[in-house]
């Protein structure tokens, strides 16, 4: 009889544990000289419309979660195009495709403002619930519903929530998707390694601290409540970007129509842009963008595919 305690991880055999951390790692440090213009260092905006899916891929249709869903819509996006055009600014909208189906015209005003559609999921499902097969379906299903919605095929995702499967990646291959910004390995973009082998995606960092859900988020009957006044998200944003000003290399930030839309946040929003436009020397890209930067810098592999070879919707 096999004793229990031989699965506990602290029982695992050395080639075991070794085999979960180096399925996905990171690579090397992309890191130019400088970025396009001769800018010291680059800036990536980047908006995840969730908008309803956050209830509704959880089961929940209450008309009060679904409301504050509807502001990402109806005022924040629209405050956030506002301050993007005022600073003249692109950014990267990763959008969940039901999103994109409720809200089509939204979509398009991304899209006709020069900023990049980048993929989100179906309904911002869960990966790691996921059998592989419909990871897969989905994430074919979610590009092609984009592309349609939008004109503009995605070249690059966030998975929700930063949810990474064991197959995750070699779905991300198969689309033909050029970069990720759903790990966190480092917060200077890498090239993904594949048990330690190339990938030539590129990886383009999210955390946590650079978000404005883990701050501001209201859950009337769970435990998140917002615990950082907006003027103090405003200063921890300013010293990571400094700092990466300093470094040379990229500050990359998450917010949410749902949840930096509101006026006292799109305050700070604004003094954040407004400081980092003082430096005449920054790059103010899509993701997309220094994907492509990188990936001619160092001379990466270009595997894009072509754009049927997923399942149709």
Not at 29 to 44: I, N, S, T, Y
Not at 187 to 214: F, S
Request: net charge negative; hydrophobic share 35%; proline share 7%.
């Amino acid at each position: 009889m096999t004793d229990p305690a031989d699965d506990a991880p602290w029982a695992w055999p050395e080639d075991l544990w070794r085999s979960h951390v180096l399925k996905i790692r990171a690579g090397d440090e992309l890191r130019p000289e400088r970025w396009p213009g001769g800018a010291k260092a680059a800036v990536a905006l980047s908006f995840d419309s969730d908008h309803e899916t956050i209830p509704l891929r959880d089961g929940q249709t209450s008309v009060g979660l679904l409301a504050r869903g509807e502001f990402g819509s109806r005022r924040g996006s629209r405050r956030i195009l506002d301050l993007l055009e005022r600073y003249r600014v692109p950014a990267t909208f990763f959008v969940p495709a039901v999103s994109a189906l409720l809200h089509p015209e939204e979509i398009r005003s991304y899209a006709a403002a020069g900023h990049e559609i980048g993929a989100h999921g179906w309904i911002h499902e869960r990966n790691l619930l996921l059998p592989e097969e419909n990871e897969r379906e989905l994430a074919f299903r979610a590009l092609d519903t984009l592309e349609k919605v939008s004109g503009q095929r995605p070249r690059g995702i966030r998975t929700p929530s930063g949810d990474f499967s064991d197959a995750t990646l070699t779905i991300i291959q198969e689309t033909g998707l050029i970069y990720d910004s759903s790990l966190m390995a480092d917060d200077q973009p890498y090239e993904i390694l594949a048990q330690g082998e190339p990938t030539g995606i590129v990886e383009i960092p999210m955390e946590w601290i650079r978000d404005d859900a883990p701050y501001f988020t209201m859950d009337r009957y769970g435990s998140a409540r917002p615990y950082t006044s907006p003027r103090e998200w405003l200063r921890i944003q300013l010293d990571e970007f400094d700092a990466a000003y300093r470094e040379g290399g990229v500050y990359q930030l998450i917010c949410h129509p749902h949840v930096i839309g509101y006026r006292s946040r799109m305050a700070v929003l604004e003094d954040l842009v407004a400081h980092m436009a003082r430096h005449g020397d920054v790059w103010f890209a899509t993701h997309g963008q220094v994907a492509d930067h990188l990936i001619d810098a160092f001379e990466l592999p270009r595997h894009e595919l072509p754009r049927h070879e997923g399942p149709s919707t």
